[in-house]
């Protein structure tokens, strides 16, 4: 059983049919859309913005679930199920959010949730053993980036 936090990563190969339930006739089964195998952890898209699908699209598939926790899946007999959306999804881009949506049409939790803001020099800590002559001359101490 696993203890720790499930974390689960997509980038640019995110599709709007990868959010949807896939059913193998041959085999007779589901396979799991990514937001649901993320769920009860976090669910990374990277690169926001550089998706196969446009940012708008993706966080309007996304704005009732977040608001409401919950997510309506398809199955291939036209039934909806309702599941549990209990997922911390982050976005992370180095786009400006007025690059990827119109903001006009999205409420302001959603943006300001997107920018974190730039970084400051020394934000960073290494964890571990830093490069030889670095640093902490390689023995491990943490070090200011």
């Known amino acids: 059983m696993n203890k720790g936090c499930l974390l689960v990563?997509?980038?640019?190969?995110?599709?709007?049919?990868?959010?949807?339930?896939?059913?193998?006739?041959?085999?007779?089964?589901?396979?799991?859309?990514?937001?649901?195998?993320?769920?009860?952890?976090?669910?990374?898209?990277?690169?926001?913005?550089?998706?196969?699908?446009?940012?708008?699209?993706?966080?309007?598939?996304?704005i009732v679930p977040l608001e409401s926790r919950v997510d309506y899946l398809t199955l291939a007999t036209g039934q909806k199920l309702e599941i549990p959306f209990m997922v911390l999804v982050v976005f992370a881009t180095n786009l400006k959010p007025g690059d990827l949506v119109d903001d006009r049409g999205l409420p302001r939790d959603v943006l300001h949730r997107l920018y974190g803001g730039g970084h400051r020099d020394g934000a960073f800590v290494r964890v571990g053993p830093a490069p030889l002559g670095k640093g902490s001359g390689g023995r491990g101490a943490p070090t200011h980036l």
Request: proline residues 4%.
């Open 9 to 62: 990563i997509t980038g640019g190969e995110l599709t709007i049919e990868s959010l949807d339930l896939k059913y193998n006739q041959i085999a007779k089964f589901y396979e799991a859309p990514l937001q649901l195998r993320a769920n009860g952890g976090v669910f990374l898209v990277d690169d926001f913005g550089r998706q196969r699908i446009r940012p708008d699209e993706l966080l309007n598939r996304w």
